[in-house]
């Protein structure tokens, strides 16, 4: 006998794993995107090189194997597995290959958002005796973040269904759990998982709609 | 002794001489305006005086004081660059005002850091403050813009835009104003506003270097003018005489297209 709230209690309970691997991907590769982003923009060619090949190398790839890779890598090459064991480890390796990925996204994005900041800005920070980072945080930051929020309104969007890729390691999350009842031949807890993203994306679009028009206040 | 000694200017893109050679002096209260055809090399000289351009040769001299010399790299440290260049002020052909801030913060905005750099400033932040905000309206009321302090870039037209850049490169009281073709951005409409500020800071007698298009302008408000083609002065003297009576054939030759 399934009960309709029990199953439901279950999915929501699958569903915080994929809500924490969300919120710690954007707490980690936001900042770490930025890094990225200026490794790739570096006047050191070979630094430049180095960082683009990466990015290359983690959008080229699908994301599932990248999970894979980061879990079962460092065993199959003969270390020591970094990762703790049981559950708590495969979450664990989830969250830094999501980090990884989502950093290098990211990064194009900002990196585009800064390029796209007139190199006049720069210049009359320049002249009116600024230092590089003063011209970064008070004058072009502000430019940058207006200009990527649409872009990046995207990207996190679809982090929120990419969380689902965690169950490649067996990580429990809410799709895992649904196709657990259809395996006992019970199909709509699997159809019903759609609200809860559907639910997540909503909030997310109004939070994105309602800081674009924070930042309407001026053009660039 | 001349306010600015600029000697032996060069300035190599690859292989392009943009600037061959280039000298020249300013007196304090006097207005100097570069004129010269697309591609003579007049907006790189300003750049180069502001340090936006790292002359590959020459040397800068303020008040006597050496700021660059192309033979000493202890002159070309990024740290010491910042400072100097707040002997120069630079108004730019496109404005390039802060977006994100109204007239007034954007007047207020450099001073302010500037300040954080004060011993005192801890001490004395809100006294600084009330100053510098003082000291921007002024400026804008001096603009006649008084009424659009608060409003933000994209609220002004262009003519009022560039007269708010004005105003933000006179609050940190440089000892030469520059101007990159401080009209060419604008409707014709609209330029009269801004020579009219620029008329008046000359006769308030601020140092200036002006490069410009506008003949009328030059002959009228400046003291003298530089005549500037294929990277080397040409000509240079009194602005009336210059514009009046030039000694060099290609002088003549471009006014000639003036007075049409």
Redesign the interface.
Known sequence: MFFVSVILERLSGAFLLNCELFALTLLFALPLGLVVAFGSMSRCKPLSAVVKTFVWIIRGTPLMLQIIVIYLGPGLLGMTNPWPTGSGGRMVAAVVAFVINYACYFSEIYRGGIEAVPKGQTEAGQVLGMTKPQIFFKVTLLQVIKRILPPMGNEIITLVKDTSLANTIANKEIIMMAKEYSAKGLIWPLFSTAIFFLVFVGVLTILFNWLEKKLDYFRC | MALLEASGIGKNFEETHVLKDISLTLEKGEALAIIGSSGSGKTTLLRCL???ERPDTGVIKVNGETMWDAADPATQKESEI??K??H???V?Q?F?????YTALQNVM??GE??AKERPDYKVNKKAIHAELEQQAKELLGQMGLSERANH???QLSGGQQQRVAIA??LA?HPDILCFDEPTSALDPELTGEVLRVLRDLADRKTTMIIVTHEMHFARDVADRILFMDGGVVVEEGPAKELMDHPKEERTKQFLAHYSE
Do not use: D, I, T
């Open positions: 502001n340090f936006l910042r400072k260049r707040l120069f002020g630079l730019f496109n390039n005002l802060f977006p994100q905005l450099a850091l500037l933000y870039p994209h933000r490169a940190l």
